[in-house]
């Protein structure tokens, strides 16, 4: 089974960065579409930028222009480059395959990374 371990996240005024990681397990996360999902507090959780296995991105109208996502197959690691943050990025931030690995009846979520972007 894929374990995802997220790292990075932390407390940062308007307008820092942070940059994100996500370490898989695996050996075929080469094949997996990834994406990184957040969810803040009382919201659900969405998804906020995705990369294909053939390198195709896609950015959420929040984030477009500021968030960058990457992956290094080699390291089984796909990252999340976060610029210009704003408070209304604060979040839980989390990566899964896009769709979301299943589990049981369920879907599988790592212990995910807190952002927290406040003066």
């Known amino acids: 089974q894929v374990q995802l371990v997220e790292s990075g996240g932390g407390l940062v005024q308007p307008g820092g960065s942070l940059r994100l990681s996500c370490a898989a397990s695996?050996?075929?996360?080469?094949?997996?579409?990834m994406g990184w999902y957040r969810q803040a507090p009382g919201k659900q959780r969405e998804l906020v930028a995705s990369?294909?296995?053939?390198?195709?991105?896609n950015y959420a109208d929040s984030v477009k222009g500021r968030f960058t996502i990457s992956r290094d197959n080699a390291r089984n690691t796909v990252y999340l480059q976060m610029n210009s943050l704003k408070p209304e990025d604060t979040a839980d931030y989390y990566c899964?395959?896009?769709?979301?690995?299943?589990?049981?009846?369920?879907?599988?979520w790592g212990q995910g990374t807190q952002v927290t972007v406040s003066s």
């Open positions: 695996g050996s075929i996360f080469r094949l997996y579409d």
């Open positions: 899964n395959r896009n769709p979301p690995f299943t589990r049981g009846t369920g879907h599988y």
């Open positions: 990369i294909t296995s053939g390198g195709w991105i």
